[in-house]
């Protein structure tokens, strides 16, 4: 059963709450690492964003998201805000004139989304950025569409496969952001993006799990 718009924006509503609530936990992980500022910037961005929303509800799915992208590029500021907001920009164009998006619109948008952060940020898998939550999520898609299984199983998979992503930065020394001026010291802590980002694919599987097909 195909992804509609009001699942796109619930997954965005909802989101913007998993980021208020985990503020704390994304600057105490920024905090080891980084500025301390990767739960204030993002919960700036959602907030703003949740703003935005109502005015979106007769959009098509495209322009929701190049609306959050658009935001997100005013208002979260720093090298997290221009990535995430490559993200929502990337996803939109890839999914421009749809209406409804099936696994395989999906996977590409998530995909295009990946490619876009990387060649903006040049980070590679294994770097400790949000790309390693990002990289293992569209190779589950990926393995899922060959597969032939459930959307379903295919988010959960993809969310599985972040969270191992997000998990496996703790050993990496960062070599990309601000994580990178610390050298070795940044060894065995966990990234901030790559959590934000675990969190986007999971929040993703649990809200369409749950959306209702009988439309
Ligand atoms: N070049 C990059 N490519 C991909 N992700 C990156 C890159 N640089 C940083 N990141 C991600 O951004 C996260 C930090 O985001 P945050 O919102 O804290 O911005 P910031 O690094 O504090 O920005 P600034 O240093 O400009 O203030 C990192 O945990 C990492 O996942
Ligand atoms: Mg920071």
């Not at 993200?87 to 490619?115: H, Q, R, T, V």
């Not at 969270?163 to 001026?181: C, D, F, Q």
């Not at 610390?182 to 969190?199: I, M, N």
Request: hydrophobic fraction near 45%; glycine fraction near 8%; proline fraction near 3%.
């Amino acid at each position: 059963m195909a992804i509609s718009k009001e699942d796109i924006l619930n997954w965005i509503n909802t989101y913007a709450q998993v980021i208020a609530e985990n503020e704390a936990l994304l600057t105490d992980l920024d905090a080891q690492i980084g500025d301390a500022d990767h739960g204030a910037n993002m919960n700036r961005g959602f907030k703003a964003v949740l703003t935005k929303l109502p005015a979106q509800e007769d959009k098509d799915i495209s322009t929701i998201l190049k609306t959050v992208g658009m935001t997100l590029l005013s208002t979260v500021g720093g090298a997290g805000g221009p990535l995430y907001s490559t993200i929502f920009l990337e996803m939109s164009k890839a999914l421009a004139n749809k209406e409804e998006i099936d696994l395989a619109d999906w996977a590409s948008a998530l995909e295009a989304a990946e490619k876009g952060v990387q060649n903006r940020g040049k980070a590679v898998p294994g770097d400790k950025t949000m790309i390693d939550a990002l990289e293992p999520a569209v190779a589950a898609l990926k393995e899922a569409l060959a597969q032939n299984i459930s959307l379903e199983e295919a988010l959960q998979k993809s969310a599985e496969a972040a969270h191992e992503g997000m998990l496996a930065t703790i050993p990496l020394v960062a070599r990309k952001g601000r994580a990178s001026y610390l050298g070795e010291r940044s060894a065995g802590h966990q990234d901030p993006g790559a959590t934000s980002t675990f969190f986007l694919i999971d929040t993703a599987a649990k809200t369409w799990a749950k959306r209702n097909t009988h439309k």
